[in-house]
C-alpha cells in the first residue's frame, strides 16, 4: 500500500485510503460469511463447496483476489454457454512478470494450477465465493502492446457485403479494430480501405459511421456485383495503390473479412527486414498441399498478401490487360474463377517478381478441431478462416485481449503446470491426466484437410504432426469463450469445457465413456 496520502477523493476506489477502507469491508463480509457457513455447514449446504480466502500481500501491491462468485454472470454463462445446473468451477489468478527474457513457446511453472482441484456450484445458487489459492507466478516477456504500434506504414483492403458485417456471427468489425485501432477507440495510423459490394449508400454510411466511431480510418466504397468476383478483387490493388498516394504508405494488403491480424509490432518489425522501396509480393501458401496442386503456387489471400508501393503501381498499370476474360477464364481451377490466381498471372506473366513466402502468415485452410495448431505455442503473424462454418471456430479477438495486460507476446504463450495442465493463453487450458508423455513441440493433428485428407498434406507448412488424443481420455480441454480488461488493467478470461463433449471420451470394455459428467468453467485472472 502506498505510503502517500489518497491523491483523488475518498469516493475514488483507486485512493489509497478507500482502497483499505473497502479491503476492511470486504474482509469483515467475508469472514461473516465464512464464520456462518461453516456453523450452519451442515444444515443448508447439500454439497461439498471449498471457500478459502487469500490476500497475498506483497512488498509492491497489496491486491485482493477477489474469490466472490456472482450468480447473475454465472447465470449469464450458463445462458450463452448451454451450461448444466451443478458445474465443476475453478478460477486461479496468474501473476504474470514482464522480463527482458525472450518469448518462449513453452514455459513449466513448478506449481500446480489447480492445487484443490475444483469446485462443485450450482450456477442458480452459489456458494459466496470459491477456492481462491495464491496467483501463480509466471515469467513472460517485456513485449510491446497494441496501444503503442504506429502501423501508419499500411493500408489495407478487403471486399465483402454489408450482409456479412451485420450479420451477428460472421460480422468481423470489432476483430478489426483489434489491428486497426489502439485498442482504445484510436486508430493505430493504419487505413482500410473497404468495398462493398451491391451496399445501398445508407448502408456504406452506416458502415462508416460505426468505424469511426470505433477509431478505424475507413474509407468505403460501393462495388458492383455484375463484375466478376475475380476481377473485382484484382481490382482492389489499384484502388488501394490511388488510395497510398495520401499519406505515405509502405506496404499495401490485402485480406479477406476474416482475416486477423493478432500482432501489429510483430507484423511491423518483419517488415522493416524487407526494403520496400523494391517489387515485393509477399504472403503464404495454404497449409494444404492439395490447394496448391489445385490453385498453382501463389499467396493465399486469407492470410494477407502484402505488396510495396512499387509493384503495386506496376499491377496497377497491368490492371486491364490482366482482367480480360480470357484471363478470367484462366484463372479457374474448376471452382471458380479465383482472384487469387488472376493476381499471381498479373504479376508472374508481367514481372521477374516472384512471391516471398512468410511463413507466420496463415491461411488456415484447415476444418475440425484447430486446437493443435492454436495449442502449439506459436506466434502467429496472421489468422483466417475461424468463423466456423465449413471453416474452424475459434476466437482470437477474445483471445487477443491478454495482450493489452502482458504484452504481445504473451498470446498463445503456453504454461504447463505440475498437475499436467497447459495453458494456451487466449485459446485453451487443456488438462492430460495421464501426464504430458507426448512431444509439445508437435502440432496434435486434431483437425483435417477438407476434400481429401490424406494425412500428410499439411505436413510441409505445420511440420508432421503427432498423434491426436481425442477420444483417448488423456486430454480434456477447456476453450475459451470470453474475455475482457477489467478497469485495474487486469484480464479475465473464461474458458469452457462441456461435460457431454464428444471428444472428451474414452472407450473402455466396447463401451464410450465421458471424462466429465458435468460442464467446467475455469476462469484465469491475469495481473501484473
Ligand atoms: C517489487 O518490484 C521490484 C521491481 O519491479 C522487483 O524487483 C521485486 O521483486 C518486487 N517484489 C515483489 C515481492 O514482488
Ligand atoms: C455480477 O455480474 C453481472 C453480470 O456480469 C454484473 O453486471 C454485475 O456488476 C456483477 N456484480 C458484481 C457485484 O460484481
Ligand atoms: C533499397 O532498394 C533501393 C532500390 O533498389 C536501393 O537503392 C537501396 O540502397 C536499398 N536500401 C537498402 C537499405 O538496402
Not at 475514488?12 to 485510503?17: A, D, G, L, W
Request: net charge neutral; charged share 20%.
Amino acid at each position: 500500500m502506498g505510503s502517500t496520502a489518497a491523491s483523488g477523493t475518498m469516493l475514488n476506489p483507486r485512493s489509497s485510503f478507500s482502497r483499505v477502507a473497502l479491503l476492511t469491508l470486504v474482509c469483515l463480509v467475508l469472514f461473516f460469511y465464512t464464520f456462518r457457513s461453516t456453523t450452519t455447514k451442515n444444515r443448508i449446504e447439500p454439497f461439498e463447496t471449498e471457500t478459502e480466502v487469500i490476500y497475498v500481500q506483497n512488498s509492491n501491491q497489496s491486491r485482493p483476489l477477489d474469490c466472490t462468485l456472482n450468480a447473475t454472470h454465472l447465470q449469464l454463462l450458463q445462458w450463452r454457454y448451454g451450461l448444466g445446473e451443478n458445474v465443476d468451477y475453478g478460477r486461479r489468478y496468474i501473476r504474470f512478470h514482464r522480463d527482458n527474457i525472450a518469448r518462449a513457446s513453452m514455459t513449466k511453472i513448478d506449481n500446480d494450477l489447480f492445487p484443490k482441484g475444483f469446485d462443485t456450484i450450482k450456477v442458480n445458487n452459489p456458494p459466496m465465493s470459491t477456492a481462491c489459492p495464491k496467483p501463480l507466478d509466471v515469467p513472460v516477456a517485456r513485449s510491446p502492446y497494441p496501444s503503442t504500434v504506429d502501423a501508419s506504414n499500411l493500408l489495407f483492403g478487403i471486399s465483402t457485403t454489408f450482409q456479412r458485417l451485420s450479420n451477428p456471427k460472421t460480422g468481423p468489425i470489432t476483430e478489426w479494430s483489434h489491428w486497426l485501432t489502439n485498442g482504445n477507440g484510436k486508430s493505430n495510423g493504419a487505413g482500410l480501405v473497404l468495398c462493398l459490394v451491391d451496399a445501398t449508400n445508407a448502408e456504406i454510411e452506416a458502415t462508416r459511421q460505426m468505424m469511426k466511431e470505433m477509431g478505424m480510418d475507413v474509407k468505403v466504397f460501393p462495388s458492383d456485383s455484375s463484375i466478376e468476383m475475380a476481377k473485382r478483387y484484382l481490382s482492389l490493388l489499384p484502388a488501394l495503390y490511388q488510395e497510398s498516394e495520401h499519406k505515405k504508405r509502405k506496404y499495401l494488403v490485402m485480406c479477406d473479412d476474416d482475416t486477423f491480424f493478432p500482432s501489429m509490432h510483430r507484423l511491423l518489425n518483419l517488415l522493416t527486414t524487407y526494403n520496400h522501396t523494391t517489387d515485393l509480393y509477399m504472403g503464404t501458401f495454404s497449409e494444404d498441399i492439395n490447394n496448391i496442386e489445385r490453385h498453382g503456387s501463389q499467396a493465399f489471400g486469407g492470410a494477407g498478401v502484402f505488396f510495396s508501393v512499387p509493384l503495386a503501381k506496376k499491377i496497377s498499370s497491368f490492371f486491364s490487360q490482366c482482367s480480360t476474360r480470357q484471363k478470367i477464364q484462366e484463372s479457374d481451377t474448376g471452382w471458380g474463377p479465383q482472384g487469387d490466381i488472376l493476381l499471381r498471372k498479373c504479376i508472374y506473366e508481367n514481372t521477374e517478381v516472384r512471391l516471398t513466402l512468410l511463413r507466420d502468415l496463415h491461411q488456415l485452410d484447415i476444418v475440425g478441431d484447430p486446437a493443435g495448431f492454436y495449442e502449439s505455442g506459436i506466434a502467429p503473424l496472421s489468422l483466417h478462416h475461424f468463423k466456423g462454418g465449413m471453416w474452424h471456430e475459434a476466437h482470437p479477438y477474445e483471445g487477443a485481449q491478454i495482450m493489452h495486460a502482458c504484452g504481445e507476446d504473451c498470446f498463445l504463450q503456453r504454461f504447463q503446470t505440475r498437475d499436467n495442465y497447459i495453458i494456451s493463453n487466449g485459446f485453451s487450458v487443456a488438462h492430460y491426466p495421464k501426464g504430458i508423455d507426448f512431444s509439445v513441440h508437435q502440432m496434435e493433428r486434431t483437425f483435417g484437410a477438407a476434400p481429401d485428407d490424406y494425412g500428410w498434406n499439411m505436413d510441409f507448412m505445420l511440420g508432421p504432426g503427432r498423434k491426436s488424443l481425442i477420444q483417448t481420455g488423456r486430454k480434456a480441454s477447456w476453450e475459451l469463450k470470453e474475455s475482457r480488461v477489467e478497469e485495474d488493467g487486469s484480464v479475465r478470461q473464461t474458458y469452457i469445457r462441456k461435460g457431454d463433449d464428444w471428444r472428451w471420451s474414452f472407450e473402455q470394455g466396447g463401451k464410450g465413456w465421458r471424462m466429465y459428467d458435468k460442464d467446467g468453467v475455469v476462469e484465469l485472472i491475469w495481473i501484473s
